[in-house]
């Protein structure tokens, strides 16, 4: 299954651990979406993101081929905060070379409005840097610091 990782998935250490068999496919971005902190982890003691629409915008990732077995594992992590707490979704994501592709995606129920921490934006950074990832998507990420 092709699948759309944004967030702290990008972080490669989360990666290897949600999804270890996964093949890496291609750098791409989700149109007229942007990035909102809409549920709570105590593991992080952060505000956690997920996607919403949001026209003009998007949301840059990664898309990986993923085995049945690699989305038990990453929906098992998901469902830690809380169970439900997020759904597969299709979307359709652009490519680096502008090529559209349609994948699935995790989509979270919104709780409320939460502040993300420094360190759950570090490791997110991480990913962004590890992917290399244009400097629109780390831009947008560091525009989430506490001041």
């Known amino acids: 299954m092709k699948f759309f990782f944004y ?15 996964h093949q890496f496919l291609a750098k791409a971005y989700l149109p007229d979406h942007a990035i909102h902190f809409c549920r709570w982890s105590s593991q992080w003691r952060s505000g956690l993101a997920s996607v919403s629409p ?18 038990k594992i990453l929906d098992t992590f998901e469902d830690e905060v809380p169970p439900n707490a997020y759904r597969h ?10 090529e559209k592709e ?3 995606t995790h989509i979270a129920a919104p709780i409320g409005k939460f502040k993300p921490k420094e360190h759950y ?14 400097e629109e998507c780390l831009e947008t990420w560091k525009s989430f610091t506490p001041k």
């Open 102 to 104: 349609l994948v699935t």
């Open 89 to 98: 979704v299709q979307v359709t994501v652009i490519k680096e070379d502008g």
């Open 121 to 134: 934006l570090e490791w997110v950074i991480k990913g962004i840097s590890h992917w290399k990832l244009p």
């Open 54 to 71: 949001s026209p003009g915008e998007r949301v840059w990732g990664i898309m990986a081929d993923v085995t049945d077995e690699d989305l």
């Open 7 to 21: 967030a702290d998935n990008l972080n490669p250490t989360q990666f290897k651990r949600r999804a270890p068999e």
